[in-house]
């Protein structure tokens, strides 16, 4: 039986207090081609058997990422990922409710947490992290809004480098927008985050920079860092691939006071893009203006070691007012995968695989340098760079596809004023020699 408690007067009388005509007007944001235009063109019913086989046949469409040389990175990056893993979060003592909302009888998942968060200071070379967000993007966002927090509205402006992923700066940008947050005109061409230093001055309350940054160019954070303190702002460092930091000087030791990013290298499938797990981490003098939640080491009666929520300041906590953020949860289970293969891989581990990573950046570079119609213009990479084409990288990537290699993201589609020749190239511990090779093999037949 359908539950509907509104009747057509309810409605009309909300929309009035509103103050629009019809609920079309609702999503007047939306934009009108992005809009459904009467109903889908589904079957009206199934059986359970035909919708099985209709899903199957769909999915046969679909490459999988493991069936084919696979160089796509920009955000999203495909790692081997231990069996262990996947055996391990479906163990029962992990089987608890996904969000500890009663912490008492949670002690698995906030032991979790609480080595999760050691995990992600560690990795970052910052003080404190809390127990994950939704994503890189919306925890950039998040460290934005508590930049603007920590400087009590007094300073109004973010910059955000060129180099910062586009998506990022489209979820912060979105946020900031509702806060009257100023983000400055970005300059999004390539090599220029050293720029952003000219654009802070006393009204800026954080600058944002990413490294590597979109490009797969590593940014010397220190002189953006003196710059931005010296106005008494904060540095936002920002990351896309996890396993990067094992490899170059953490964000914490250059000076960034907020680190922000994308856990999903690390024990997160690709998944056709979710769901992921946002890390953040800060400076032990912000802890109690950041968002999400913070899972603590304690003793109990007995002296016993036990784990609870030290701080979670949320609207549904805490008064509204005194919120830092209204995320309603962390990524419970993409933090428990994250934290295995962080376990399974320790120190020396992640070092090892991130040199990996960059060993077979370099071969796949070294390939391209020699192919006629195609440019390598990084100075600087860990494992992904940015190639400029003789033709449309939309093209070419199609084009490769066709034999069977998926190439790498045109910039264009991350930005559409992007250069429509520049490609977007990763190439991590899973690009084998005979992927390199075929990946030559098809870029030079394309090309030519």
Do not use: W
């Amino acid at each position: 039986m359908r539950y509907l408690p509104l009747n057509a007067n309810d409605r009309t009388q909300m929309l009035d207090v509103i103050g629009v005509e019809n609920v079309d007007d609702l999503f007047h944001n939306v934009p009108e081609a992005a809009r459904l235009k009467g109903l889908i063109d589904l079957p009206t019913h199934q059986s359970e058997q035909a919708v099985e086989q209709f899903f199957q046949r769909l999915s046969n469409k679909s490459t999988p990422a493991s069936s084919v040389p696979f160089f796509c990175g920009a955000g999203a990056y495909k790692h081997h990922i231990p069996a262990t893993v996947d055996h391990l979060i479906q163990r029962s003592e992990f089987l608890t409710a996904y969000t500890p909302y009663q912490p008492e009888i949670s002690q698995g998942t906030l032991q979790t947490l609480f080595e999760f968060q050691t995990q992600v200071a560690l990795l970052t070379g910052m003080e404190v992290a809390n127990a994950s967000m939704y994503d890189g993007s919306t925890a950039c966002a998040e460290a934005v809004v508590m930049a603007h927090r920590v400087a009590r509205g007094k300073k109004s402006k973010a910059v955000l480098a060129p180099g910062l992923h586009p998506h990022y700066a489209a979820a912060t940008q979105t946020l900031a927008s509702t806060l009257n947050i100023t983000i400055n005109e970005r300059d999004t061409r390539m090599g220029r985050d050293d720029h952003v230093i000219d654009h802070i001055d006393d009204d800026t309350c954080c600058v944002v920079v990413q490294s590597p940054n979109v490009f797969g160019e590593i940014v010397d954070l220190r002189p953006i860092a003196e710059k931005a303190h010296a106005h008494k702002a904060l540095l936002i460092a920002v990351f896309t691939e996890p396993v990067a930091l094992a490899a170059i000087t953490p964000p914490g030791e250059q000076g960034a006071d907020i680190v922000v990013g994308e856990g999903q290298g690390l024990g997160v499938g690709l998944a056709f893009g979710g769901p992921h797990v946002g890390l953040f981490a800060c400076r032990q003098k912000l802890v109690r203006q950041m968002p999400g939640r913070v899972c603590g080491e304690t003793v109990d009666a007995n002296g016993d070691r036990g784990y609870v929520l030290t701080l979670s300041t949320r609207e549904q906590h805490i008064r509204r007012e005194k919120a830092t953020s209204n995320i309603c949860t962390n990524s419970g289970l993409c933090c428990l995968a994250f934290t295995i293969h962080m376990s399974l891989l320790g120190d020396a581990g992640i070092q090892r695989l991130a040199t990996l990573n960059h060993e077979k950046a370099c071969d796949l570079a070294d390939v391209i340098e020699e192919i006629e119609g195609a440019e390598v213009l990084n100075d600087t990479f860990f494992n992904e760079f940015t190639v400029r084409l003789n033709k449309p990288a939309a093209d070419v990537v199609d084009a490769m596809v066709e034999k069977g290699v998926i190439a790498g993201v045109p910039l264009s589609r991350l930005s559409p004023d992007a250069d429509e020749n520049l490609l977007l190239v990763c190439a991590t511990e899973t690009s084998s020699d005979e992927d390199i090779a075929a990946f030559e093999a098809a870029l030079k037949e394309v090309l030519s």
